[in-house]
């Protein structure tokens, strides 16, 4: 009897080897012969997040598709349910563990920024089934003046490489959770040689201190009302700052107050920065204008080295990761779709099998562009995820060059410079049919518009890359 050990065009980097190592680590290996071995289920459960539309019995026929009958098990759903439950998380999670990390070399195009490695982190939730066990674990979405929301969610925080988008690393639990506390565990993947950027959500001494001490280096977006005094002005506009602890902050706060008469307070905990501010002015094609003030603090204090207009339009960058989150959300996961485990374990072990598909699928991305000499923004993950599910059906595992010429297809790519677009902050799925409850402007549409960035403290403008 033949059973299912491949994942289609994927197979290259999740090899039956490496599943073989992750289930033997994981203490997972068989004592006796089963029907559905661990190295079984393991490709099973990845075909769960390939097919997350189908039940248990029609993603086993998707991945025994190619064969014939007689020669495959014929399990039951309670079957592999329960083979499901057998395998645990534990080999899927060390499977992540294997393939997480950056992705980009010095030939791949959009990863590096004067010899910096480009990375952001940020968290996002995701909606789990309704059960007893998840609701208990990870409950539901809830403020004072609305309704607990319809689903309990699980908040995960990634740090990704913002050229190929790949998963560096990953954590996630209740979405309770703040969004530092989940991305401190992150810490140790941070490396000398990168560039984090990260949003508002993040401005905060400790996480900044936290964050430098890796020996990488930072820029980020901080809040309007952060003190950002000036202590050394430099000739491009920018300023050195200090970013204190709430107590030495109170400190220098009333030296300033004073009109900085004596000496600057001694013994500061406190962290040299510098300020990058400057304005983004949107226009769109009806001739509306709409500018916005961006603050930057940055541990790149050579203003000659890294210059302000430079930082500016890297910071944008960081969108980037709200992509890799589409494409985990949305392209991989299916739109409005709710993960399908009714445990705890269940979740766990679904999460991190979409974490290894995805990862393993912008890998594939990654070598076909950098072999191409392309950007791999380029490279679309609708269609190498399409083209995967076709090849697990069809058993087709021998010829990784055919994933990589389909990706670089001239007829697939995407433009090498795209249109500048916005999308309102509102609600993209209305929460009820009824005509009623649509406000106005309730549904967001993408509006094309140029962007213009400007240095408040100099004449120096740069277009977003």
Known sequence: MWLPGHLGALTRWVPPSLVDEVVEAAGRGQHRVRLLPSRVMVYFVLAMGLFTDCGYRRVWAALTARWPRWAVADPSAAALRQARRRLGVEPLALLFSRLRGPMGTAGTLGVFWRGLRLVAWDGTCLEVADSEANVARFRRHASRTTRPAGFPQVRLTALIECGTRAVVDAVFGPQQYAEWPQARALLPSLK??????????????????????????????????????????????????????????????????????????????????????????????????????????????????????????????????????????????????????????????????????????????????????????????????????????????????????ILVDARNLAPSRRRSRTSPRCVKRTLSPYAYNKTKGSVGRKTTVTVTITLTGGSNTAEPP
């Open 192 to 405: 000398a040689g990168m560039l984090l950027l990260a949003d508002r959500g993040y401005d905060g001494y400790e996480a900044l201190r936290d964050a430098a001490a890796t020996g990488a280096d930072v820029l980020w977006r901080v809040q309007s009302g952060r003190l950002l005094p000036v202590i050394d002005a430099l000739p491009d506009g920018t300023h050195l700052t200090l970013v204190t602890d709430r107590r030495s902050g109170d400190r220098l706060t009333r030296w300033m107050r004073h009109g900085r008469r004596g000496p600057m307070p001694a013994n500061l905990t406190a962290l040299t920065l510098r300020v990058i501010s400057y304005q983004v002015t949107q226009c769109g094609p009806d001739g509306t204008c709409r500018t916005s003030t961006v603050r930057l603090v940055t541990t790149l204090l050579d203003p000659e080295r890294h210059p302000a207009d430079e930082l500016a339009a890297v910071y944008h960058q960081r969108w980037e990761i709200e992509t890799a989150y589409y494409g985990l959300k949305v392209t991989l996961r299916g739109a409005d779709r709710v993960l399908r485990s009714r445990t705890v374990d269940g979740v766990e072990q679904e999460l991190f099998a979409l974490l290894v598909l995805y990862q393993a699928s912008r890998r594939a991305i990654t070598e076909a562009a950098t072999s191409a000499g392309i950007d791999p923004d380029r490279l679309s993950l609708t269609i190498a995820l399409h083209t995967v599910r076709l090849t697990v059906i069809n058993a087709s595992t021998s010829d990784p060059a055919v994933l990589a010429a």
